[in-house]
């Protein structure tokens, strides 16, 4: 038989309900927040330059728009 059950560590049910629940870090809120507000940002920028490239064609030649849109 393997020596998988060699060793038998006690369990304490305090570390293990400390182990399961960990509460985001501050650092970790602070980058999703960051990550979110640029994917808004970013969004709502291409929307206004997707419309003007919709409704005023021309507007965008001649500009850095253009190469990305």
Known sequence: MSNLFKYKIPLDPESAME??????????????AFVLVCTITT?????????????????????YLKLFF
């Not at 291409?46 to 030649?61: E, H, K, Q, W």
Request: charged share 10%.
């Open 19 to 32: 182990e399961k629940y960990q509460p985001p870090s501050q650092h970790t809120v602070f980058y999703l």
């Open 43 to 63: 969004t709502f920028f291409s929307a206004i330059v997707m419309i003007l490239n919709y409704c005023f064609p021309g507007s965008l030649d001649g500009t």
